[in-house]
């Protein structure tokens, strides 16, 4: 006897776009990268897109890990051969068609870029506190009562030292205590650049 196969009834899901999910599926992401994307062309596949604009696809096959036995075997045929290295075929490399692309990539990494690290708001309002309350005197900010997580003096400077690197958040801090104005007196920058430059001891 036969034994009935049992189907279970199949359901529309209202709830998919099919069409938007399969395209989806088969595609291998956006270009990002400016650059790249004006220069891709999209009948070629990856791989010969990257070696025209002079990119590699694996870096391991580009710059390749030096291979003990294969040298010891070269050292080992030259000795056999006396001296005389066995004739290699020279593979001739074509330049890559858009070299344009991986100059300007570099060009683009070595460009300076802006900084965004910003202190977080607490740690702002700390560190301000501190500065208004002790000027640059450390260790006096290391035992005062707001220091819950008794930090040492040399970790407040190293605070301080990163706030005042912060040109958009410590400019602020001047212009409202009106410190951007005014001229500072040549004892009070000595005093400034002498805390922040406070010996070890």
Known sequence: MKIKKQHRKKKYHHTFNRKR???????????????????WNHKKSSHLNLREMGLANDPNKVIAIPNFKQEQLKIARKIVNNGESEDEVEVVKRPPRKV?????LEAEAKAPRERKFMLPKGQVEFIIYL????????????RDKKNYYQETWKQLRAK???????PKQYGEYLKARGLLERELDEEEL???????VMDDD
Do not use: P, W
């Not at 999910?21 to 220069?39: D, F, P």
């Not at 500065?131 to 290391?142: F, N, S, T």
């Not at 301080?160 to 912060?166: E, L, Q």
């Not at 000595?190 to 922040?196: D, H, M, T, V």
């Open 21 to 39: 999910m399969h395209n989806k599926l088969r595609s291998t992401g956006q270009v990002k990268c400016k650059v790249i994307k004006e220069a």
């Open 100 to 104: 344009k692309v991986a100059e300007q």
């Open 131 to 142: 500065l208004d309350k002790y000027g640059h005197d450390y260790k006096a900010m290391a």
């Open 160 to 166: 301080v030292k990163t706030f005042m690197g912060i």
């Open 190 to 196: 000595k005093e400034q650049a002498k805390a922040l």
